[in-house]
């Protein structure tokens, strides 16, 4: 059977879980205040912010969804990574210094610095609350695939107990406990990641025996009955997955002949081995009749060269379509540009004390976020040929890979994704929560406050949000997580990017401008993507064909569209009395 629970992994994880809600109620007592619970005080050291930008910025997406990537489509997978480093760039030398000096608690405080617009504060903080809910989906979906192998239990308790853990870790302690929790696990997952690779060149390529070509791996079919049954083979699943480990070396380069395995390999030398090498992947084809849905899965025989190809996923590289290859486009612009619109990794510039510590720690970040990216390269590959996927879930094939060695490496790697969600999910809810009390509430409509009163209305947010995600978690299950992360960067620099750049560089521009700039791009953003080919499909379970926009990512269209309408509205209406000097 492929999942197997067992009680060292369980104490692992365990510990793990118990050890960052422990911490969150030690450092309870640190965020009475609204300074310290939605700022950490702003007085966070920048090394250590640093590596909670990590923390906050490697999430399920990057690791559980592009080694997924990585080892079922090849190369193409590690075409996320770039995008999502590229982002940075964006962040260190256009937002990291001016944003610190423009806000308090929330993004909103940074685009309403100087006009003290309502409308302002009640379209960005209605942009936070839907860019953190489609940022939260792809986390509880991640935390739901980890419980399942871990602790043999169903996707949605795993979902639950994530929200459950994150939900206490907000309230007790707020920005204070989020950052220590982000601070660890993000160091933790790049320390544990490089032993992991370390592992993996050290075994080298290894060809499955008994297994030397495709053709004798059986085809394995998984059906899923009307009423909800699922059948492996034509008999009852007896857990939540139930197919055979899959991934193999079929045959080595023709230096290693009649050897099964090539034995330590260093970096370079490993990409050249697995590239002269043929590999056996598994290719889904799916069929719906009156009894259900049936998944099949079929043994493929591919040379590892075309798997380091670009093109395997992303079809807008090799297909010629002209759809398709906006479509790629598209997709690297929402994440260049949406690491820099994203509410939690704004609002975590905040919590340091002033702007050069800002610059500082956005350095920092890009050293550990840089280091974690290479290392998803071989993280997918070595997951590619491990002989320990599961063809039902691209998002285990970074934990089925370190179980692939060891048990209690496979715990200690689940608990360390899991509290990578943990981290993540905990940065976004904050962002939430103080676009609810903070800006919502207080700013919108005019509720006076006591100190007091904005961190339990903060804290009432953050129940109420845990909420929604839980729900989406289990409502968006078989999706992969980098998948859905793209929805987020889509929306978010689509809404906020061209409102921040603009306030920042063009003293033009007035709140008018503003406030449209980020309606209309959020609600454009949102719009293309419901009318997509990949929502259609994956979401509505209608044809590709019905769907009413050229190509499934937005933010070529919409990216520049709240550029031009900020540009638009702003010049049709009167000039700001203030201008803003550049920082």
């Known amino acids: 059977m492929l999942y197997e629970t067992s009680p060292a992994a369980i104490l692992i994880f365990a510990a793990f879980v118990i050890g960052v809600v422990g911490l969150s109620f030690f450092l309870g007592r640190k965020g009475q205040s609204a300074k310290a619970y ?3 005080h702003g007085e966070v050291h920048w090394f250590v912010n640093g590596i909670a ?3 906050d910025y490697l999430s399920a997406a990057s690791f559980l969804g592009i080694c997924g990537m990585i080892a079922f489509h090849g190369y193409d997978g590690f075409l996320y990574s770039i995008g999502f480093l590229a982002g940075w ?5 256009v937002i990291a210094e001016p944003i610190k000096a423009l806000g308090r608690f929330t993004f909103a405080d940074a685009l309403d610095s100087r006009f003290n617009s309502r409308g302002i504060k009640l379209a960005v903080a209605i942009s936070t609350l839907v860019v953190s809910v489609f940022y939260l989906i792809p986390q509880m979906v991640g935390a739901g695939d980890l419980i399942v192998p871990l602790l043999g239990l169903p996707h949605w308790v795993g979902v639950v107990l994530v929200g459950v853990a994150v939900t206490l870790i907000v309230v007790t302690a707020g920005m204070v406990s989020t950052t220590w929790v982000q601070f660890i696990k993000g160091s933790l997952l790049v320390f544990f990641c490089g032993i992991l690779v370390a592992l993996i060149l050290n075994r080298g390529l290894v060809v499955d025996a ?4 495709g053709a004798n791996l059986a085809t394995q079919v998984r059906t899923v009955r009307p009423d909800g049954l699922v059948l492996v083979d034509g008999r009852p699943q007896s857990r939540e997955h139930d197919l055979r480990p899959v991934g193999t070396i079929a045959s080595l380069p023709a230096r290693f002949a009649g ?3 090539t034995g330590p390999l260093g970096p370079l030398e490993y990409l050249s081995a697995l590239e002269d090498s043929t590999i056996v992947t598994w290719s889904p084809t799916k069929r719906v009749d009156a009894e259900g849905t049936h998944v099949s899965y079929t043994a493929v025989e591919r040379k590892g060269a075309d798997l380091l190809k670009p093109g395997g996923y992303f079809k807008g590289l090799t297909s010629g379509k002209l759809a398709d290859r906006l479509d790629f486009a598209s997709l690297m612009l929402a994440l260049f540009c949406g690491t820099a619109s994203l509410p939690h990794i704004l609002i975590r510039y905040y919590t340091v004390k002033d702007a050069a510590a800002a610059r500082k720690s956005t350095v920092v970040g ?3 976020i840089g280091a974690f990216y290479l290392l998803t390269l071989f993280l997918g590959l070595g997951a590619m040929t491990s002989g320990a996927l599961d063809p039902t879930s691209s998002n285990m094939a970074a934990p089925l890979l370190a179980k692939s060695f060891s048990t209690t490496l496979f715990a200690i790697i689940s608990a360390i994704a899991f509290t990578t969600v943990l981290g993540t999910v905990s940065g976004l809810i904050m962002a939430g929560s103080g676009a609810v009390a903070h800006d919502l509430l207080e700013n919108v409509c005019g509720i006076e406050m006591t100190d007091h009163e904005k961190v339990r209305y903060g804290k009432l947010a953050a129940v109420a949000l845990g909420i929604v995600a839980m729900a989406l978690g289990i409502l968006f299950r078989s999706f992969n997580v980098s998948f859905l992360v793209g929805w987020a960067f889509n929306i978010a620099a689509s809404a906020n990017l061209p409102a921040l750049v603009m306030l920042l560089f063009w003293p033009r521009t007035t709140k008018q401008g503003i406030t449209a700039a980020v309606t209309v791009g959020m609600l454009a953003a949102l719009a293309w993507i419901l009318l997509s080919a990949d929502t259609y499909e994956k979401v509505y379970g209608w044809s590709r064909d019905a769907s009413v926009v050229p190509f499934s990512q937005p933010g070529l269209v919409t990216i520049p569209l709240g550029f031009l ?11 700001p009395d203030r201008t803003i000097s550049r920082v």
């Open 53 to 55: 930008f990590a923390g």
């Open 89 to 93: 760039i964006v962040a260190l030398f």
């Open 366 to 368: 890009i050293a550990a």
């Open 38 to 40: 939605y700022a950490a």
């Open 565 to 575: 309408v900020l540009v638009v509205v702003s010049l049709l209406t009167p000039p």
């Open 259 to 261: 050897k099964k395995s």
């Open 210 to 213: 008994g297994r030397d070509s």
